[in-house]
């Protein structure tokens, strides 16, 4: 999906769709911390998200089709950090 649609269409701004665009950022990078930086910035009240973010990322990360792999990958160590982080 990358940043398309990530303001228009039918997951436009939700919760959702920001965490997949936090795994695509850590998936690039390998550094978790730039997707959490992102999901602080651009998610409104994320520390009342937060919770949630971490069971859509622990979704994400379990699974298992060979093209998610790094992606998947990239969810498990973003709710890693998401959760030391205690936002």
């Given at each position: 999906m990358?940043?398309?649609s990530l303001?228009?269409?039918p997951l436009a701004g939700t919760l959702l769709r920001h965490v997949l665009m936090a795994v695509r950022l850590t998936a690039?990078?390998?550094q978790p911390s730039q997707g959490l930086a992102w999901l602080q910035k651009e998610v409104e009240n994320f520390d009342m998200q937060h919770t949630k973010a971490i069971i859509l990322l622990e979704y994400l990360g379990?699974?298992?089709l060979p093209h998610w792999?790094?992606?998947a990958e990239a969810a498990r160590l973003l709710r890693g950090t998401l959760?030391?982080?205690g936002v």
């Open positions: 990358g940043a398309r303001y228009t269409g690039r990078t390998a379990k699974q298992p792999k790094v992606d959760m030391n982080a």
